[in-house]
């Protein structure tokens, strides 16, 4: 399986991007799949998640600010992040929440500025 995320940049506070995770193979239809990010200095954190229901999951932190969601007929999965903070400085990625998890892409990088 392979992992793919893309969409970073650098943005102003309070400014939006939306990131896409594309990936090989039907991985979306079998997993619980979801967001990661690791800012500098600190450990990959799980920022929101996605059932094959569609149900989903975020962190206190992004709550209300970032969506995710899945079109699993495109193998693509979104990230909308919305209202920008520079805290939110980081690589994300994509990942399965299994453990293990799949083999980890390269992420993208997402630099917010004040």
């Known amino acids: 399986v392979q992992l793919q995320a893309s969409g970073g940049g650098l943005v102003q506070a309070r400014g939006s991007l939306r990131l896409s995770c594309a990936a090989s193979?039907?991985?979306?239809?079998?997993?619980?799949m979801g967001w990661y990010r690791q800012a500098p200095g600190k450990q990959r954190e799980l920022v929101a998640s996605?059932?094959?229901?569609?149900?989903?999951n975020y962190a206190d932190s992004v709550k209300g600010r970032f969506t995710i969601s899945t079109d699993n007929a495109k193998n693509t999965m979104y990230l909308q992040m919305n209202s920008l903070k520079p805290e939110d400085t980081a690589v994300y990625y994509c990942?399965?929440?299994?453990?293990?998890?799949?083999?980890w892409g390269q992420g993208t990088q997402v630099t917010v500025s004040s």
């Open positions: 996605i059932t094959l229901g569609g149900s989903t």
């Open positions: 193979g039907s991985i979306f239809r079998r997993n619980v």
């Open positions: 990942n399965t929440l299994t453990r293990p998890p799949a083999a």
